[in-house]
Nanobody
């Protein structure tokens, strides 16, 4: 089955950029729906960015214009480019995936029922 492993997190100062990677093992193709979620201390897990089966992307309002989600199927990797990081971006970041023809966002909200999840990578911004 599909396994996801995140990497690329770290402790950085405000304004710095980071690129998170999610390595995918097991079969996954260009029609997969994938997303990045994050969970800050004392807060619920929230959707950050998603890429639908048709390639459409979506972002939480808090990261629009700063974060970019992309995937490289040849490398089997999902990315989250994070620019202009802010302290409020501090959280554990998780990647998620589904294999069906799906969207990351339904009725304005990120789905929480993705089939596959990674273990998370910590991002700390000060």
């Amino acid at each position: 089955h599909v396994q996801l492993v995140e990497s690329g997190g770290g402790s950085v100062q405000s304004g710095v950029s980071l690129r998170l990677s999610c390595a995918v093992s097991g079969y996954i193709d260009s029609t997969s729906c994938m997303a990045w979620f994050r969970q800050a201390p004392g807060k619920e897990r929230e959707g950050v960015a998603g890429i639908d089966s048709d390639g459409s992307t979506s972002y939480a309002d808090s990261v629009k214009g700063r974060f970019t989600i992309s995937k490289d199927n040849a490398k089997g990797t999902l990315y989250l480019q994070m620019n202009s990081l802010k302290p409020e971006d501090t959280a554990m970041y998780y990647c998620a995936a589904d294999l069906g023809w799906l969207t990351a966002v339904v009725a304005g909200s990120f789905r929480s029922d993705f089939t596959y999840w990674g273990q998370g990578t910590q991002v700390t911004v000060s």
